[in-house]
């Protein structure tokens, strides 16, 4: 019996140190980037409080507001894509929830929404 506590403590030590891990996302707030969206890849430059998008099919203007640390909102300025015109001045959510390197896992709300969009997006340089 003692066994098992001992094992489950430790455990529950693991998870806990998972879940409290101190990300440091300061490094992504400026910079180019890169993510793929199926087999698109997208460019992403963010200088000050805009973020550019630039991806096969047309160019996107977000405007940027870091909440947090590892938390910020992009809200959709201008686009030339016919098919997220429609999205000119909605709002996305994204919480930055792993890091490694250069890159970060992130999860992505629109408020409203019952979806949440997840991938990685990866710094190419500053």
Do not use: H
């Amino acid at each position: 019996m003692k066994r098992i506590i001992i094992f489950l403590g430790l455990i529950l030590l693991i998870i806990n140190s998972a879940y409290s891990q101190n990300l440091s996302c300061k490094k992504f707030r400026a910079g180019k980037f890169e993510i793929y969206a199926d087999t698109f890849r997208i460019e992403l430059e963010r200088k000050g409080n805009y973020q550019y998008e630039k991806a096969p099919f047309g160019t996107s203007k977000y405007k940027i507001e870091w909440t947090s640390e590892c938390e910020y909102v992009l809200e959709l300025l201008e686009t030339t894509i016919v098919t997220i015109k429609q999205n000119i001045g909605e709002k996305y959510f994204v919480k930055i929830i792993g890091v490694k390197d250069d890159t970060y896992n992130y999860e992505c709300r629109v408020k409203g929404v019952n979806y949440i969009d997840k991938g990685s997006i990866t710094k190419v340089s500053d």
